[in-house]
T-cell receptor, first 112, second 111 residues
Framework: ETGVTQSPTHLIKTRGQQVTLRCSSQ?????VSWYQQALGQGPQFIFQYYREEENGRGNFPPRFSGLQFPNYSSELNVNALELDDSALYLC???????????FGSGTRLTVV | KQEVTQIPAALSVPEGENLVLNCSFT??????LQWFRQDPGKGLTSLLLIQSSQREQTSGRLNASLDKSSGRSTLYIAASQPGDSATYLCAAKKGNTPLVFGKGTRLSVIA
């Protein structure tokens, strides 16, 4: 059983640029959620995808967008990067949005 | 709106000590509660998942309890080891809403 994999592990971007983060869900899971974790804080929910549709969104602006593909992998896109977007971005997969969540190792994004 | 609080924010104990981490949540109508471990700069590793119908779950030296009526969960770690040093996060789930996390307890086990 493969776990959740995220890529890249680290990246540095300049303010105003765009970034795409990728996530492969655990085998057998069909729901992917994205979280943003600032230093010293708990993860904050960005959005969730189920069967390629967004079915939940946290308090994040529209420049945060995503996709889910037929194989349940997912992308998080952030446009017009701001310094405050610097954080650890975590992807989690689950079955139908219920049960336990399995998290990836995260992508550390630094915006300079 | 669900809020999750973890106390203490940080804890330092000598190796071998038994310890308890606390998690409280404001909305008791949860579907499940999950405890995670996070090493510095890393992702989350699931430790224990307690369904709303359960009172506790055990895995090795870890035991998590759930009291929905009082809005509390505890994570008990027996015979702590330096390798247990990490941040421990609890997260509550209600229905098809997303996980709501506490800020975590940063544990240091001193050899």
């Amino acid at each position: 059983e493969t776990g959740v994999t995220q890529s890249p592990t680290h990246l540095i971007k300049t303010r105003g640029q765009q970034v795409t983060l990728r996530c492969s869900s655990q085998s057998g899971h069909n729901t992917v959620s994205w979280y943003q974790q600032a230093l010293g804080q708990g993860p904050q929910f960005i959005f969730q995808y189920y069967r390629e549709e967004e079915n939940g969104r946290g308090n994040f602006p529209p420049r945060f967008s995503g996709l889910q593909f037929p194989n349940y992998s997912s992308e998080l896109n952030v446009n017009a990067l701001e310094l405050d977007d610097s954080a650890l971005y975590l992807c989690a997969s689950s079955l139908e949005g219920f049960g336990g969540y399995t998290f990836g190792s995260g992508t550390r994004l630094t915006v300079v | 709106k669900q809020e999750v609080t973890q106390i203490p924010a940080a804890l330092s104990v000598p190796e071998g000590e038994n310890l308890v981490l606390n998690c409280s949540f404001t909305d008791s109508a949860i579907y499940n509660l999950q405890w995670f471990r996070q090493d510095p700069g890393k992702g989350l590793t699931s430790l224990l998942l307690i369904q709303s119908s359960q009172r506790e779950q055990t895995s090795g030296r870890l035991n998590a309890s759930l009291d929905k009526s009082s809005g509390r969960s505890t994570l008990y770690i027996a015979a702590s080891q330096p390798g247990d040093s990490a941040t421990y996060l609890c997260a509550a789930k209600k229905g098809n809403t997303p996980l709501v996390f506490g800020k975590g307890t940063r544990l240091s086990v001193i050899a």
